[in-house]
């Protein structure tokens, strides 16, 4: 049964078109995964699907009988109750009957009065019908509900009585995410669910969403988490809607075949029209009575044709591509019994790492565990209490801070950039921001007016520009979209430097991190391998131990197989380099293809047979070299 449906929604602000032509419906019980690039119009959508903004025209139908639920990003949640007092709204139609059972309790312990036989049956009658309505309804076990969702979303017993009005805006939304849980609408849009969630939380509340009764439409850049809670996926591109069955993966398989599918099918019409266009130029250019009738019919038949619009490319991601200047030592970093407290608050003792030139390692922890503090004693930006850290020879630290506090958000953006990096060229920034989608007067907008994706960008940037050997990473794929996120992933991969990554999104680390090092209270507990290795791991311990024990694996052999890794990931780098390498001449060669199209519209060439030969023949020869880049590109990428 559909419980929600668009159709042809359309929305724009002003001359700028963000939805044009949304359409979709959803049954009761599906699982959407919403997708698209920033600025697609998503958060758009749930504005209009909760009547928190206008749409200009097309139809909206919401079952009237089912609940909607919003969960909007960075949510601030305002009171002046506790979180535990603020959850207790939920259940006030409880809360009621519990002093209703209260104020029967005490008028049945008054004594027993013959005369009002009747009233005294009535009030143990009243007393036995609401007491059954309430624990129906969960009279019993609400409170213990509270309890399990607070502690699932990252909160313990000492926080639920904290006054919300104290909170952090990160905790006020995962209050606000509580809260919406226990309402349970029949009808749930989050948009940007597992922010400020450590992966304990974001993995419970995949449990709960997967478990959930009713239907929901998920915004997330999370592909993970899609994935796990999915099962359809509709992705916004050019202001339309299109609809798939499957989580995250699955779309992106079936988008590609329908994208090869719908481009042989534009591009065999494409070759049809220009077929019959140059029949009818023939035609005309015989200037006969009979052949002028022919054009005419054939023009005509070809006026009739549905034209196929040409399929939606994909949104370019900036260029981002990361390389050192200088190479360090083989040692990047030493520390021995680090430890750090904050007052009575111990974030971590004993702590004891070594990280080696070209490490990719992943450092995850509980939220508040202390892992922006560890990278700030790395940087000496934070003093340590005891312990020893030696950085290696040459190593040259960037840092990407989360909070994007190094930006001046009073700079323009290309003075950003320009003022840490005063030898480039205007013509070297303007390019090197062009790379990430900064273009035009864009650049010359004011830091504080972009959105956290664009600061996100610059950063990166900035980042990428300084060619350091040692990247301290603390959640890089925060406010990016998934295009970017695959391209920073694609980055990481092919640098020859190091990497210590700060990072939930679970997608990227399986995809980036070699190795995972788990912060806790007592120490550093080191994984070799990706995070999917490292759950399988921890939660099944014992198996690792007996594959251990009963393979008979020697030191040597160990040392073997991490040389024989070693050498497969520099031949994968040396393979994604090559294909970096055949991108730029790709990209290069189309270039020189549209600007020698440029010139045949140049009336000095045109007009010269023999320079409009000229061009032309340097056309075919570039497209002949095109042709044999895309082939050797398609061999190499395979």
Not at 1 to 26: A, E, P, Q, R
Not at 109 to 133: F, G, M, Q, R
Not at 419 to 440: H, S, Y
Not at 508 to 521: D, Q, R, S, Y
């Amino acid at each position: 049964m559909i419980v929600l449906s668009c159709n042809n929604i359309h929305k724009s602000f002003g001359i700028d078109v963000i939805l044009k032509d949304i359409t979709f419906s959803i049954n009761e019980g599906e699982k959407i995964g919403l997708i698209g690039a920033n600025g697609a119009g998503k958060s758009t959508l749930f504005k209009i699907l909760t009547s928190q903004m206008e749409y200009d025209s097309g139809e909206l139908f919401i079952d009237k009988n089912k609940r909607v639920g919003y969960l909007s990003q960075n949510l601030a949640l305002e009171s002046d109750n506790t979180i535990f007092g603020e959850l207790l709204l939920v259940f006030e139609e409880l809360l009621n009957m519990e002093k209703k059972l209260k104020t029967l309790e005490q008028k049945m312990s008054e004594p027993y009065d013959e005369t009002k036989a009747d009233y005294h049956n009535k009030l143990i009658k009243d007393y036995t019908t609401l007491t059954e309505v309430y624990e129906n309804r969960g009279g019993y076990t609400y409170k213990g509900e509270i309890g399990r969702v607070l502690k699932g979303l990252g909160f313990n017993e000492n926080d639920f009585d904290k006054q919300i009005n104290i909170l952090s805006g990160g905790q006020k939304t995962r209050v606000a995410l509580c809260k919406l849980l226990l309402i349970k609408p029949e009808i749930l849009l989050l948009d940007e669910p597992t922010n400020h969630l450590d992966l304990d939380a974001i993995e419970w509340l995949e449990e709960y969403l997967k478990n959930y009764k009713g239907s929901m439409i998920i915004i997330s850049h999370d592909r993970f988490f899609l994935d796990a809670v999915t099962n359809k996926t509709i992705e916004i591109a050019g202001g339309r809607a299109a609809s798939y069955n499957g989580n995250y993966t699955t779309f992106i398989d079936l988008k590609k075949k329908n994208y090869d599918v719908a481009l042989k099918a534009y591009n065999l019409q494409q070759a049809e029209i220009k077929r019959q266009e140059d029949i009818i130029q023939k035609y005309k250019s015989f200037n006969r009575e009979k052949s002028i009738k022919a054009a005419e019919s054939r023009q005509k038949a070809l006026d009739k044709i549905e034209r196929i619009e040409a399929p939606h490319k994909e949104q370019k991601a900036s260029r981002i591509s990361f390389e050192t200047k200088i190479k360090s030592g083989n040692d990047v970093l030493h520390i021995e019994e680090l430890s750090k407290s904050f007052g009575e608050k111990v974030l971590f003792t004993n702590v004891n790492m070594d990280i080696k030139r070209e490490n990719k390692i992943a450092l995850i922890g509980e939220n508040g565990r202390g892992k922006t503090t560890l990278f700030k004693i790395i940087m000496d930006e934070i003093e340590k209490d005891s312990g020893v850290k030696v950085l290696g020879k040459n190593v040259n630290i960037g840092y990407y801070d989360q909070e994007q506090s190094n930006l001046d958000l009073q700079k323009t953006i290309i003075d950003e950039v320009w003022d840490e990096f005063p030898d480039m060229t205007t013509t070297e920034v303007r390019c090197a921001l062009a790379a990430f989608l900064f273009t035009g007067d864009d650049v010359f907008k004011k830091i504080e007016k972009l959105s956290g994706g664009e600061k996100c960008r610059i950063n990166l940037l900035k980042l990428m520009l300084s060619k350091n050997n040692f990247l301290l990473l603390d959640e890089p794929t925060n406010h990016l979209d998934i295009v970017s996120r695959e391209a920073l992933e694609d980055a990481l991969l092919t640098y020859d430097g190091t990497v210590l990554v700060i990072s939930h999104d679970r997608y990227f680390l399986n995809k980036v991190a070699g190795k995972i090092f788990e912060l806790n209270i007592d120490g550093i507990k080191e994984y070799l391998g990706n995070y999917s290795y490292y759950i399988e791991k921890k939660s099944n311990p014992a198996r690792f131990q007996d594959e251990e024990e009963t393979s008979g694996i020697t030191k040597t052999q160990i040392k073997q197989d991490k040389k024989k890794k070693r050498e497969e990931e520099k031949k994968e780098k040396e393979k994604q380099k090559y294909i970096k390498s055949l991108e730029e001449k790709i990209a290069s060669t189309e270039e020189e293809i549209e600007e020698f199209q440029k010139m045949l519209c140049l009336e000095e060439i045109y007009s010269n047979p023999e320079k409009s030969q000229e061009v032309n023949k340097s056309i075919s020869s570039k497209e002949a070299e095109l042709e044999k880049l895309y082939e050797e590109w398609e061999e190499v990428a395979q």
